[in-house]
């Protein structure tokens, strides 16, 4: 135990040592860096503000929740407004975010990521060096979809969420008192495309629906440049709560991009998946620890 506790802690000195070096820093976030910030979807989060949903649908945690075929309209969108409320319009409990800015804002940094929390943007990150590949949870969407546009979900949420008796309060939601929450909204508040009158759904990447749209293309053109301008410059690849999900966007991406850059470095910070490819392992730091409790030991 005392082994590996030295041996992380001498990586984290080699990460510390490496983020001083780099001028460039091309940051690829992944769903753990948002659950170390205290955004987790199961447990007592999860419970807290969805148990009636638990209880009548037996599924248990959100992200499940999210592809349960609900009877209605109007419980569907009682469901994804108190989703979108605690996972977009919340800040997170812990500031991971803000420390991560802390290592990477004088230095010349990009952010590509899966996350559709908007959690960098809340935290101070300049938003023309993020690409949020997935979507967003602000967003919605023509369900067809009819047309390449998509529509701002704040007001809405909060209207929703507000007829469902819940307070909205500083640091979130607060149950109603003396009464369970209502599990669906009025009819009046089910959003549909403003263009063919069908039922909006979720700016996320599910399928082939998924609307890429104007800021969409403006961000990915971004992220294009950045790929062009550093491809044979010191950089260092910092891959921060990366899984298998979609691993072609960012891990594997990082790899082939470090691979045939030799004057790169990457960096792997993850909870039970740290770990690099031989060909790029001499030019590797990877952390099998929480990213957070990393992040302020980097700092």
């Known amino acids: 135990m005392v082994r590996t506790e030295r041996k992380t802690e001498k990586k984290i000195t080699e990460l510390q040592e490496a983020l001083k070096q780099a001028d460039t820093v091309f940051i690829g976030a992944g769903a753990g860096l948002s659950a170390s910030a205290g955004f987790a979807y199961g447990g007592e989060r999860f419970r807290r503000y969805f148990a009636d949903f638990e209880e009548k649908y037996g599924f248990h945690d959100m992200y499940s929740g999210g592809f349960y075929p ?129 039922p909006m759904t979720m700016n996320l990447r599910a399928d082939n629906t998924f609307v890429q749209d104007e800021g969409w293309y403006t961000a990915a053109q971004r992220y294009d440049d950045f790929v062009r301008r550093h491809k044979n410059v010191p950089i260092l690849y910092l891959e921060l709560g990366v899984g298998l999900n979609t691993p072609g966007i960012i891990k594997y991406n990082f790899w082939r991009q470090a691979y045939q850059n030799p004057k790169a470095e990457y960096a792997c910070v993850n909870y039970g998946e740290a770990y690099a490819p031989k060909e790029i392992g001499e030019r590797s730091i990877c952390i099998d620890g929480d990213i957070g409790e990393v992040l302020k030991k980097l700092k």
Not at 99 to 112: G, H, R, S, T
Not at 132 to 157: A, M
């Open 70 to 198: 609900f009877p209605t309209q109007e419980e569907h969108w009682a469901y994804w407004s108190r989703f979108i409320f605690l996972n977009r319009c919340c800040d997170p409990p812990r500031p991971v975010y803000q420390n991560l800015l802390e290592l990477v804002k004088d230095k010349d940094y990009f952010v590509l990521t899966t996350n559709v929390d908007h959690c960098f943007q809340k935290a101070g990150f300049d938003k023309h060096r993020l690409f949020y590949t997935q979507g967003d949870y602000g967003l919605w969407q023509c369900s067809k979809p009819c047309h390449e546009k998509t529509y701002d979900n704040q007001d809405v949420v909060r209207r929703m969420v507000e007829v469902q008796g819940f307070q909205i309060a500083d640091q979130g939601l607060e149950l109603p008192a003396g009464s369970p929450p209502r599990m669906s909204v009025p009819t009046a508040l089910v959003p549909h495309c403003p263009k063919c009158g069908a």
